[in-house]
């Protein structure tokens, strides 16, 4: 099984940026996505970017592309969320995921992850 261990949120005011961090720990061997997702209280969660662990590409929900990047330091097993022009309604919990099934895409349209973090908050004051 594998531990993810996220940190970086905070509170920021609206055009502000913050980068969240994701340590992943013991059995990774098998994943085939990583990922983040956030959660709004009353809200569903939603995907937010998703990569391939191995050269593969990158996915954004639209509405942080351009805003959002994610990526990956295989040697420090660590999975980062560099997020700018922060809006309010990126407040939420945001969570670090991986998935050992189907695409990258996959994951992030139907949040179809197998394991995440305790999760991180991030809250945009407008």
């Known amino acids: 099984q594998v531990q993810l261990k996220e940190s970086g949120g905070g509170s920021v005011q609206a055009g502000g940026s913050l980068n969240l961090s994701c340590v992943a720990s013991?059995?990774?061997?098998?994943?085939?996505?990583a990922g983040w997702f956030r959660q709004a209280p009353g809200k569903e969660r939603e995907g937010v970017a998703s990569?391939?662990?191995?050269?593969?590409?990158?996915y954004y929900a639209d509405s942080v592309r351009g805003r959002f990047t994610i990526s990956r330091d295989a040697e420090k097993n660590t999975l980062y969320l560099q997020m700018n022009m922060l809006q309010a309604e990126d407040t939420a919990m945001y969570y670090c995921?991986?998935?050992?099934?189907?695409?990258?895409?996959?994951?992030?349209?139907?949040?179809?992850?197998?394991?995440w973090g305790q999760g991180t908050q991030v809250t945009v004051s407008s």
């Open positions: 990569t391939a662990p191995i050269g593969g590409s990158s």
């Open positions: 013991g059995r990774m061997f098998n994943i085939r996505c």
């Open positions: 995921a991986s998935s050992n099934l189907g695409s990258c895409r996959d994951a992030l349209e139907r949040n179809s992850w197998n394991s």
